[in-house]
C-alpha cells in the first residue's frame, strides 16, 4: 500500500509553507502518475533531439516511435491482468516475435491478403497461449506434494520452454534471408 500523501490536517499549515514548492511537486508526482512517466519520456527525446541535433524529431522518427511504444504498452496491459491474477509468463515477448515472423511470412511470402493473415495469427496467438497454460496447470498438478498441486503457482520452467521454443521456430522454419516486401 502506499501511503496517502495528499491528505494534510489543519495544523500542517506552518509544515507546508516552509517545504513550499518541494511538497506540491511531490504531492502532483503521487497524485498523477502517468504525468511523471510522460514527463520522463519529453525529457528523454528532448536529450536525444539535442544529442541529433533535431534529427530525431522528424515526423517520421516520432511516429515510428509512438508505433513501438503502443506495442510495449498493449504488451504491458496484458501483463497487468496475468500478474494480478497471481500468474507469471515469460513467454509473451517470444510469442509476439514467432506471431510476427508468422504474419511476415503470411503476407510477403504466401500472398495472403490481410484480411486472412489477422484472423490467422490472432488464432494461432491463443492456441499457443492455452498450450502454454495447459502446461502450466499440467506442471503444477505434478510438481511433487499434494500441497503442490493445490498452489495455483505457475511453473517458470513451462514457461520458459514455451519461451524458448517460440523464440527458435522462426529462425528453424524461415529462410535465412530478410522478407522484402514488394508492395511496399
Given at each position: ?10 495544523g ?21 502518475k ?5 514527463l ?28 513501438q ?14 500478474i ?36 490467422a ?16 496447470r ?18 517458470i ?11 527458435e ?16
Amino acid at each position: 500500500m502506499t501511503p496517502d500523501v495528499t491528505s494534510s490536517s489543519p495544523g500542517d499549515a506552518g509544515s507546508s509553507a516552509s517545504y513550499g514548492g518541494t511538497q506540491r511537486f511531490q504531492q502532483l508526482f503521487a497524485r498523477y502518475k502517468i504525468l511523471a512517466l510522460l514527463l520522463a519520456v519529453a525529457a528523454i527525446w528532448i536529450f536525444f533531439s539535442f544529442l541529433t541535433h533535431g534529427a530525431f524529431v522528424t515526423p517520421r522518427n516520432l511516429s515510428n516511435l509512438l508505433r513501438q511504444m503502443s506495442i510495449t504498452g498493449m504488451l504491458a496491459c496484458g501483463m497487468v491482468f496475468v500478474i494480478i491474477a497471481g500468474e507469471i509468463d515469460l513467454s509473451v515477448g517470444s510469442l509476439l516475435g514467432l506471431l510476427g515472423g508468422v504474419a511476415a511470412i503470411l503476407d510477403v511470402n504466401r500472398y495472403w491478403p490481410l484480411a486472412a493473415t489477422l484472423p490467422a495469427v490472432m488464432l494461432l496467438g491463443v492456441l499457443i497461449g492455452m498450450f502454454n497454460g495447459g502446461c502450466s496447470r499440467i506442471a503444477a498438478f505434478c510438481s511433487g506434494s499434494p500441497a503442490a498441486r493445490r498452489s495455483r503457482r505457475s511453473p517458470i520452467v513451462s514457461c520458459s520452454s514455451v519461451r524458448v521454443i517460440c523464440r527458435e521456430l522462426p529462425a528453424i522454419c524461415s529462410p535465412s534471408c530478410c522478407l522484402r516486401c514488394s508492395r511496399c
